[in-house]
DNA sequence: TAGCAACTTGAATCTACCG
DNA sequence: CCGGTAGATTCAAGTTGCT
């Protein structure tokens, strides 16, 4: 089902992803974010794979989603591996390792720490607060707006910038060391900086009907920072939609694909009547 | 060399990991904590392993640490893969792979966010703000305080690396003798919940001689949980011996090992020295 | 003794250049 | 073309010293 607007057009496939990824054009996307059904998890909804037959199931994906990439994309996989008889299973890993061989680059692993974990305890673990962040690439050179996810800077700033000593401008002179004080007056005026790796922010617990706890500032972000208004967005693992939304709403196209009918459904229609679709 | 008190002693051995790690029986050690020279970090000292032969570097040292500890024992590997031509470089997950065919059980990664993390920018990535803390153990049972490591409701976990800062500890001690203990009591009425396995906290980056980037609330936090009073804690790579002074200063005995002999000497006259010992 | 202000340094990583 | 090294870039702590 496609639904077309003036300025950007959602594409809803529904079916596996193995299969409906056929149907996208090869190096037609400038973007992946998804959060595929993790491993042991969901499985009222999705089958539940097994750990041991994650990658076998998911490492034909990563080859479809390589051939749709554009040269210049990014794929970012939202991922955690479950404990499995008291270790950490190591499915992910594996995973990297295997797409690796298949030509992906593993850029980086971003690191989202989730403040609102969900609660529990175990005798021998804590609860888990952290995912994967996965980027992959197909080329060492690929589209990074990094201006666009500039953060406010510290409180640093403040008593750092309100007199600038002199060492601060002679400490590349005077020292071996960065060479940070050199120029450290370029600095005035300046109060946003660059984030880092790590993410902060709370899951969303509110959402009703779905158990995808993908919030929406997390594809957004990725949005942000890796493709221009008018580019194309995939994601092949859908749930409840937040990536292809948070993608709408920044005026990215969107491919999504959705293998449940009735999720399937219920994002035909909050697509259609979406007020931001203005159809 | 070894120096012996009532209550705990330290055992500090010059030269390779790997060969006098023979020295040490098998089984009579009930932590590890450990943070190896980075691959193609510290070469000056070292000799900056390469990322490419880091694995079979490490490998034969990780069987001798599995000889030495204890089946209820616990492993803690502090350590994160450089970027290499655009790359994350995949020796550390292939070692957690290695590792397993070792007889080694990788029961959680922890994250340690690293607040102040090294600046820097480039094209086609941000900062790195986090290092792995990977545990492993030899059983699925193994000694876990978990209440030694509560903390208060609410946003106090993160004040409260920022107070175990070097001035604030020997403060606290000159006043009460035992500063943090003194902390929690003010606590008490308080709820405590058990942490996760996300870690907060700052690089200690105003130390004179040596770069310790080995916070000292770092080691001291899995003393805390994975030991009693009266264990021992072996480091393989004790570098400006942070975790040997955490460790002392917790009633726990040490093993230390250190290549380097300026830093071997320098170690063997703090601990001589240190009033902690009282000899 | 609390608070402010100056000062210092860090497991980084890219590109360019040289042999 | 491969390997090594130098130069450029950039935050957010902790630490010290003074009022």
């Given amino acids: ?3 077309a607007t003036p300025n950007h057009n959602a594409v809803l496939l529904l079916g596996d992803a193995r299969f409906e990824l056929a149907k996208v054009a090869s190096e037609s996307v400038d ?3 998804t959060s595929p059904p993790y491993a042991n998890q969901r499985a009222n909804t999705y089958g539940g794979v097994k750990p041991a037959d994650y990658a076998a199931w998911f490492l034909p994906i990563a080859g479809e989603l390589q051939r749709v990439l554009k040269p210049t994309g990014t794929f970012i996989l939202n991922v955690k591996e ?4 008291g270790e950490r299973h190591t499915h ?3 995973i990297i390792l295997e797409m690796r061989k298949q030509g992906w680059l ?3 692993e971003f690191v989202w720490h989730k403040k609102n974990c969900y609660p529990g305890k175990w005798p021998n673990r804590f609860r888990d607060a952290w995912e994967r962040l996965l980027q992959f690439n197909k080329q060492r050179k690929f589209k990074m707006n990094q201006q666009a996810v500039m953060v406010p800077v510290g409180d640093w700033y403040d008593n750092r910038m309100r ?12 020292k071996v060391g960065s060479g940070f004080g050199k120029k450290v007056e370029n600095w005035l005026g300046r109060d946003m900086v660059y984030p880092t790796n790590v993410l902060h922010g709370a899951t969303e617990c509110g959402n009703r009907n779905h158990s995808a706890v993908f919030p929406y500032w997390l594809p957004e972000w990725f949005i942000d920072l890796f493709t221009d208004p008018g580019d194309t967005v995939l994601d092949p693992f859908m749930g409840s939609g937040t990536t292809a939304f948070a993608a709408l709403d920044k005026g990215r196209n969107v491919i999504g694909i959705e293998m449940h009918e009735p999720y399937y459904n219920e994002l035909k229609q909050r697509l259609t009547q979406d007020a931001r679709l203005a159809i």
């Fill in 163 to 174: 007199n600038l000593s002199e060492t601060d401008r002679t400490r590349d002179e005077s």
């Fill in 82 to 85: 479950p404990a499995v008889n």
């Fill in 31 to 33: 973007l992946i974010v």
């Fill in 106 to 108: 593993w850029t980086e």
């Fill in 92 to 94: 992910v890993i594996e």
């Fill in 1 to 3: 089902m496609t639904i």
